[in-house]
């Protein structure tokens, strides 16, 4: 499958394989959205989609944060560390500044047996826990060329008691030994239900920190990610937003949105190496080089 590329004159190709695929749908769905036509979904707000997409990332020598429009990389970066410690609670995130979570949560601050319970505590029938987190770091230093190292947020047994089910539902990653001795460490995501503006950019973020987390664990170099969709869809309330975001057609007014030409992504440094990869703080990382359009804000379904 090939990369998609925005040609910049007088620059090399960036490519921009998000910002295809937002095109993608909203061409798919030209009718739909001229009849308002919406499909109808578990918020009640409507969404326009596709079924079935795939977008590549290469983290060999960057870091695939968006960039026609800001993403806040310090939520991107606390999330994956509080999932990454097994919590449940938002009390953690909230203390470092990130409310991302807060809409889902109850009174105490609890969401039930979401991503990192799943991914640090998996129950099993006889009343223990499976670390998936500890195992597929274990195995990729053990049997790299293991088609096993797969780690699950999508339980069923416990799915009705979380806050909101897994979309991104399941990784696998994949070792690859380059001519000269160096292994490189790729990721793919399956991501169940993906909305494409507010969490996609997200999830691509914080997918390919964990690569580059789990390299540096286990002594690889970040390779590729690879981003797996099922339902991929705009919704209704973010349509001015993804046009605006692309600089596709005209605004409510009937004014031409202008060109956001994408920059070439940033750089991802981890500045230190700690005892374990659950011990990172947000201060552990730089981000280097972001150059970005302006944040465009959207409603969140909740």
Known sequence: MSTPAHHVSGQQSIPTPYEDLLREILDENRDAIAADAQRTDRTGTGTFGVFGRQMRFDLRDSF?????????????????????????????????GVTIWDEWADENGDLGPVYGVQW???????????????????SLRTNPSSRRHIVSAWNPAEVDEMALPPCHAMFQFYVHERPDGVKELSCQLYQRSADMFLGVPFNIASYALLTYLIAHEVGMEPGEFIWTGGDCHIYSNHLEQVKKQLGYGNDPEGNPYPPREPYPYPKLVIKTKKPSIFDYEYEDFELVDYEHHPGISAPIAV
Do not use: M, Y
């Open 64 to 96: 695939p944060l968006i960039t026609t429009k800001r993403v806040h990389f310090k939520s991107v970066a606390v999330e994956l560390l509080w999932f990454l410690r097994g919590s449940s609670n938002i009390r953690w995130l909230q203390e470092r």
């Open 120 to 138: 640090r505590s998996w129950p099993t029938p006889d009343g223990g826990t499976i670390d998936q987190i500890a195992k597929v770091i274990e």
